[in-house]
């Protein structure tokens, strides 16, 4: 089973960026779809961004234009460019494996690994 390793985030300013990485044990290419996920406290944890293997993107409507959800199949890793960051983004972060449904949903069902903190404050 492929392990995944988040790693990039930090303490940022309001409308600051950030980088976050997702690292695989394993080759990504195997997997149809992969996604950002977050986790703020008290809330539960949601879908930020989706990739297919074929470079479709989906973005939940609070980060769309903003943020930019990638993948290096060669580098087994997933990357999230975060900018014009806000408090509300502030979170901790998760990537997942996953596939789509016929209608083209993303869902995850690999492992969840430790995360990876955002904290957007000044």
């Known amino acids: 089973q492929v392990q995944l390793v988040e790693s990039g985030g930090g303490l940022v300013q309001p409308g600051g960026s950030l980088r976050l990485s997702c690292a695989a044990s394993?080759?990504?290419?195997?997997?149809?779809?992969m996604g950002w996920h977050r986790q703020a406290p008290g809330n539960q944890r949601e879908l930020v961004a989706s990739?297919?293997?074929?470079?479709?993107?989906n973005y939940a409507d609070s980060v769309k234009g903003r943020f930019t959800i990638s993948r290096d199949n060669a580098k087994n890793t997933m990357y999230l460019q975060m900018n014009s960051l806000k408090p509300e983004d502030t979170a901790v972060y998760y990537c997942?494996?996953?596939?789509?449904?016929?209608?083209?949903?993303?869902?995850?069902?690999?492992?969840w690994g430790q995360g990876t903190q955002v904290t957007v404050s000044s």
């Open positions: 394993g080759s990504i290419s195997n997997y149809n779809a």
């Open positions: 990739i297919t293997s074929s470079g479709s993107t």
């Open positions: 997942n494996v996953g596939a789509t449904t016929l209608s083209g949903s993303y869902y995850p069902f690999g492992p």
